[in-house]
Structures are given as structure tokens and as C-alpha cells.
């Protein structure tokens, strides 16, 4: 199970769901304290902004930065939940928490798994750049990226509302 949040409700998700692992995903400079139950090891900070256009110094989010976010989740024994944040619980996690089940069930529908996505956060917003990074990387023949495209804008938020995905459906 993937636990998306906002930077604002990591403690609170991790205790309340006993994830062992999470995914940070944030701009340079702002700071995420790792919960005293998430080991260094199992704890990836990723640094990019929330972009989808190249814009004078800030990072923007790419292919390396998914082949990390690849790695990180099939090193995880899903033992435990994961949990999955950007600043707001909107864009960057959502796009994670998507390409990591898709890329952990190849099997499922792209669409399937964006429609889930969108019931599930009606403000989620995955960002564009992390999703063609990850269509590529997957082969998935802009599969991911039409799927995310046809779910359209999330609902306007200042945060998102933490959600569970399941990886399997």
C-alpha cells in the first residue's frame, strides 16, 4: 500500500499506518524531518521543483529522477506501507504513487489505475514531466501519459487530502 501526503502530514501518516518507507520528493531548500520509525536506509529525498517547463534555476523533474524512484520501490519488500510526499500532496506524490504501481503491477491498466487515482484524490495533479519520464522508462507507448491526460486537472487545493493506493487494484 502507497500512503500519499503532504510534507505538513508525514508524522501523522506514518504513525497512523506503520509504513516503514518513504519517498520525499521537494524543492531545494525545504527541509523534511524523517519520522524516527523510517530508517535512513529506507528514506529517498528526491530534489526537483513542481514544473512541467524549464525555468531559470529550478530543478526540473526527469528521467533520473523516475529511474530513482524506480529503484526505490522495487527495493521495497512491501512489508510495510510506503509513504509517498511532496509539499502539497498534489502533483509530484501523486505522479510517484502512480508510477510506482504501475511500474510494480505492469499488468494493470494504465487508464484503470488513473481513474483509481482521481476517485481516490480529487485534487491530485500529477506532474506531467515525471509521467512522460516514467511512460518512456516503462514502455508503456504514452499509455501512462494519456491515462493521466483523460483524469484532467485536479480539483483546486492548498493541500491535498492524504489517500491510500493499493498497488494491486
Known sequence: ???????????????RTGADRMLSLLAAGTEVVRPVSIARENHLHLVMHDIAVAQD?????????VRDVL??????????PMVVHCY???????AS??????????????AELAWTLRALSPSATPNPRLIAAADALLDRNGRMIEAI??????????EGTPFALDIDG
Open 149 to 158: 491526460q483523460s483524469i484532467g486537472r485536479g480539483a483546486d487545493a492548498f
Open 71 to 80: 529503484d526505490f520501490a522495487r527495493r521495497w519488500n512491501r512489508a510495510k
Open 1 to 15: 500500500m502507497i500512503h500519499v501526503c503532504s510534507l505538513a502530514k508525514i508524522e501523522e501518516t506514518v504513525a
Open 57 to 65: 534555476g529550478m530543478t526540473m523533474p526527469g528521467e533520473e529522477h
Open 97 to 110: 504513487a502512480y508510477i510506482i504501481a504501475a511500474a510494480l503491477a505492469p499488468k494493470r491498466d494504465e
Open 88 to 94: 502539497a500532496g498534489i502533483s509530484r506524490s501523486t
